[in-house]
């Protein structure tokens, strides 16, 4: 079993729609869980950081961690052609340890 | 915001012969960086941690002889791919680690694609 368990999709929307887009993982002592985007042929933005569990939100994202069910989620309202991507969850336990990622999901917003 | 450059962002060489990647923190001093390999349609794979003013670790697999790292300041880390194979054609991406009152956020370079012929 992987560490971190991710759908790699490809998942397709329509333009305006809500995505959601989910990672398990195993590892408990994960403390810190982020979203990246990566666009064809580029290294991944970072867009959402967090600690522990709990919500945060940006704009039209949210991001979700519920530590007691081992499940990261992140939240895109209104969806756009231009959030065509693909969207790696990471975490690691602590403060400059390696990151381990989910296999990354392929997001396709249809205009 | 954070950024983090690389240099090439593609390079095309000859088997045999060396290449050598450059990942700066253009905005920020980074202790850690760290090296990725990505095949196509597929996730980073974590070659190894570059630590400012020590040696790199490795992961599992990775030959520290065939990708030499230097960490040489706190903004500037190479990766070096030698005699390099048509198996070693991949896209490489580094990534800067910056300290926050959270915990540490890293931030991605832009990759470099390698193309050994």
């Known amino acids: 079993q992987k560490e971190v368990e991710q759908d790699p999709g490809p998942l397709s929307v329509p333009e305006g729609a809500i995505v959601s887009l989910n990672c398990t993982y195993s590892n408990s002592a994960f403390q810190y869980f982020m979203w990246y985007r990566q666009y064809s042929r580029k290294g991944p933005e970072l867009l959402m950081y967090?600690?522990?569990?709990g919500n945060k939100e940006d704009g039209r994202f949210t991001a979700q961690v519920d530590k007691s069910s081992k499940y990261i989620s992140l939240f895109i309202r209104d969806s756009q052609p231009s959030d065509s991507a693909t969207y790696l969850c990471?975490?690691?336990?602590?403060?400059?340890?390696?990151?381990?990622f989910g296999a990354g999901t392929i997001l396709r917003v249809k205009s | 915001g954070a950024v983090v450059s690389q240099h090439p962002s593609w390079v095309i060489c000859k088997s045999g012969t060396s290449v050598k990647i450059e990942c700066r923190s253009l905005?920020?001093?980074?202790?850690?960086m760290f090296w990725y390999r990505q095949f196509p349609k597929q996730s980073l794979m974590l070659m190894a941690t570059?630590?400012?003013?020590?040696?790199?670790?490795?992961e599992q697999g990775v030959e520290k002889d065939k990708f030499l790292i230097n960490h040489a300041s706190l903004t500037l880390s190479t990766l070096t791919v030698t005699s390099a194979h048509p198996e070693d054609s991949s896209f490489y991406i580094c990534?800067?680690?910056?300290?926050?009152?959270?915990?540490?956020?890293?931030?991605f370079g832009p990759g470099t694609r390698l193309t050994v012929l």
């Open positions: 990471a975490m690691s336990p602590g403060g400059g340890n390696k990151l381990v």
């Open positions: 990534s800067a680690d910056r300290a926050t009152l959270l915990g540490n956020e890293q931030f």
């Open positions: 905005d920020f001093q980074a202790t850690t």
């Open positions: 570059s630590n400012e003013g020590s040696k790199a670790t490795y």
């Open positions: 967090t600690y522990s569990s």
